[in-house]
């Protein structure tokens, strides 16, 4: 049998404590056992991006984590960013340039994309291409993810220049 | 003079060309939706990770497989003991190609119309001979999936290795042949030539000649193959949730070789996460799932890891071709000769088989230009590598790539700039209907409008300007242009016509809902380019609603009208078409309602923004919803004999061509280091002829990610194998695929050239950018070496290649 340890983390501000097989990551964990789907699997080997997710306030490989790792952790997944609205501008930015096709990559797309306008608020084109190279899109050319991004830091920009 | 050629098989007589416009004469232009850059509807779940991939549905009772395979290129299995993985914890079952063959009768990859293929056949699990490192072996079920993984590690298998055919040019020698029973290792054979050529090459002025190679790919969907499969003893009934691009033909395929009638069959694609082709072949790890579940009595799923996606989704390509080109000192290309070789791996793939990439080559090189002969061969061989079959623009990279290599080959030696070379060459845009040398028939395409546009918008004399400033500093940059042909919309030409169960028409559903909103169901499938989204457009277009009025259903054999599904850019041209003349009928049956509701003549009725209106006055008479209400609730109130219809379904198919050929062109502009050997694409122009384009900002993406694929091809992705035929770089981190960083900004714009075979005007738009983009960026960086006589030839296009080309190394 799976060796398992009481694990207790704040799940999109919810704490949730699980007995979680100390072999499993955190999507996997997220996905069978908190029915949260909205984080991907496209690798599980820490290249694609598409289970990038925020522990502790930062972005990582969830494919990379270990579930029993994140004890005492603070975990925020699409799901979580979506329902507190605190994606609500980027995924706008994306409907509106079609900045997504199969929609695989986008949970992660998202998240980093978020991460990118706390950590680089400045970021010109070519800036943003290498924030989220660490994120493999297949269906777009990147072009309209890198203008949706590109539009909501003008945004923010603007209205930080007005206050 | 061979002339089996695919698509020259429609003998019966057809209805001449007419043109049909969009409205009925006379009537007030209404194009509402069409052209319109609306977002997608159906993309804002998506954004908020609440879509329905496969892999997230939940099932009671529901057990997974893993597979053991082969960790052998070509191999006996002398034995293969699975005891111990039988008694593993949660194992349900483990079960050998013995056990799975009595479920599932085997297949074999060959169509009539491809005169000669072979193949052997082929079982869910390898039967006494593995034939590829990755061929499943040994399949094991357990409660979990980790389980599963577990005990399949617990599979013993004894071998004995046998000798390898890796390489194509082995293959084709035949030294060591893969299946004895076929003599040779040749699946494919073909041969075309128009007569003449050897004359032409003899009068020519200029003669140039290249040899080209193209590396392995595979398509790395970033959602891998899955399948859940439901067998319901109780009803023979079969439910299997596939993300495939085709639900209709894996439903034939299923009732086929499982023997259960069709109409049990019911196939399901929710949210699918890419496809690019490679969610549209029959896969032995997905058949036996299918067969578990069966001798299980229980759903039974398949997450394909990414490991074994590398090794077992198809590849694709791995060309060597020869190419000549002859043309006179004025500058008229007056020949192509051709000679292509391609291996796909040890068998051909059911039912498209593999022999389809191939024969693309010699169907569409030389494709935009106007010279008459033309000759080409072509060799599909077997290897032992994984299997080979069709992958977002079949053919057409390669097709492209040698055809602008070599014609750019030509300018340079005739002193002519490419440009304006092809200006002289490229079938003029007066000249349609044209019937090409391989046979193809084209019905109208736009390569010199292509060509201006681009120029314009590459502001090609800047360029040019600013590439001779920079060289003088020591800055290499390099432009290239590919002129490129896409096949898209086939008639049953393609397939139907060889025996493979794949539906060339479709159909649409569009009914009118109590609260006058529209729900369209189509045939045509979803991954993500926007099929739904554009048949919302079209059927709130067509019945005159607004665009929050409709819903769309794709992807569910039970509900959908008949069709084909989605591949070969067919979604819009022929699925598009389906919904349009669906949802024309739909209005006219909304119309007779509303005129028996207000006593009045049908023609005096219109429907605008979802009112019926008076035509002559405007007026609004009724809400939609109304004739919703009383059609449905209150038909008492409507005149004896009358029975409203507000459900209709209309069909489609091309007729008149084979294909829909659509054309575009791609500019590329790149430097390149000649100390290193590295390449910076600095940017890329595209301009497509898509016809009537639905909306301009999917078609644009589209475009654009198929250029990046195009690109990855081109610079970075290669499936490598050893001499023993292990797949070396089976993971993400080695199979390099194309990141945002490395990628240049893309500028699209369009031509449009709506095809007349159908009221809506659209051609495909999904393998344009593919197609083209090794052509371009190959072009691109032999303009930057032209100064060091340097030339890259061998896709994909490394720094070491560079190097090596430019004697450094
Ligand atoms: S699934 Fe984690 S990086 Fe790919
Ligand atoms: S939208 Fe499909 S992988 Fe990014």
Partial sequence: MDYEIETTMTLNGTQVTRRIAARTHLVDFLREEMGLTGSHAGCEHGVCGACTLRVNGDIVRGCLTLAVACNGKTIDTIEGVSDSGEAAEMQHAFHERNALQCGFCTPGMIMCAIDLVKNKPAAKREEIREYISGNYCRCTGYHAIVDAIEAVLISKQRLGGKS | ?????????????????????????????????????????????????????????????????????????????????????????????????????????????????????????????????????????????????????????????EWEELPVVV??????????????????????????????VDAAFAKADCVVEESYSFGRHTGVCLEPRIILADYNAGEHSLTVHHNTQSPHMMQQLFAKHFDIPEANIQVIAKDVGGGFGIKVHTYPDEMCTVALSI????????????????VSDIHAREHRVKIRLAADKAGNILAFDLDDLTAIGPYSVYPRTSGIEGNQVVNLTGGPYKHKQYRAKLDAVFTNKNVTCQYRAVGHPIAAAVTEGIVDAAAIKLGIDPAEFRRRNLIRDDAYPYTFPSGIRFEKLSHHKCLDKLLEIMDYPALRAEQAALRK???????????????????????????????????????????????????????????????????ATAVGVSLDKVRVLTGDTRVTPYGGGTWASRGAGIGGEAVLQSGKALKSNILDVAAAMLNVKKVTLDIIDNTIIDTTTGEKKLPLAEVGRVAYFRPDTLPMNFQSELTVTRHFVPREYAFTFANGVQGSLVEVDPDTGFIKMLKHWCVGDCGTVINPLLVDEQTRGGIVQGIGGAMFEECMYDERGQMLNANLADYLVPMSFEMPDIVTAHIETPTKTSELGAKGAGENGTAGAPAAIMNAINDALLPFNAKVRDMPFTPERVLKALGKV
């Fill in chain 2, 1 to 157: 003079m061979s002339q089996d050629i695919v698509n020259s098989t429609t003998t019966t007589p057809v209805a001449p060309v007419v043109d049909r416009p969009l409205q009925a004469p006379g009537t007030r232009p209404q194009t509402g939706y069409i052209g319109k850059s609306e977002p997608r509807a159906n993309a804002k779940r998506l954004l908020q990770g609440r879509g329905s991939y496969t892999d997230d549905l939940r099932f009671p009772r529901l057990a997974q497989v893993a597979y053991f395979r082969s960790p052998h290129a070509h191999a006996k299995i002398k034995k293969l003991d699975l005891s111990k993985a039988r008694v593993a914890p949660g194992v349900i079952a483990v079960v050998d190609g013995y056990a799975v063959r009595d479920i599932c009768s085997p297949w074999m990859g060959v169509l009539s119309h491809l005169k000669g293929i072979r193949s052997p056949l082929q079982f869910p699990l390898a039967i006494e001979r593995a034939r590829w490192q990755g061929e499943p072996v040994a399949a094991v079920v357990a409660e979990t999936r980790a389980q599963a993984e577990d005990a399949r590690d617990l599979v013993e298998a």
């Fill in chain 2, 167 to 196: 390489d194509m040019r082995d293959a084709l020698a035949g030294q060591t042949v893969i299946h004895e029973e076929l003599g040779d290792n040749i699946c494919f054979h073909r041969e075309l030539d128009t007569g003449e």
């Fill in chain 2, 295 to 310: 001798m299980l009595r229980r759903p039974v799923k398949f997450v394909a890891d990414r490991m074994e996606s590398m």
């Fill in chain 2, 473 to 539: 500093k020591g800055i290499h940059r390099g432009i290239g242009l590919a002129s490129i042909i896409e096949v898209t919309s086939p008639s049953a030409a393609f397939y139907g016509v060889g025996g493979a169960p794949i539906s060339a028409q479709d159909g649409a559903t569009l009914r009118l809902d109590v609260s006058g909103m529209v729900t369209v169901l189509c045939g045509v499938t979803e991954q993500g380019q926007g099929t739904d989204a554009i048949f919302g457009q079209i059927a």
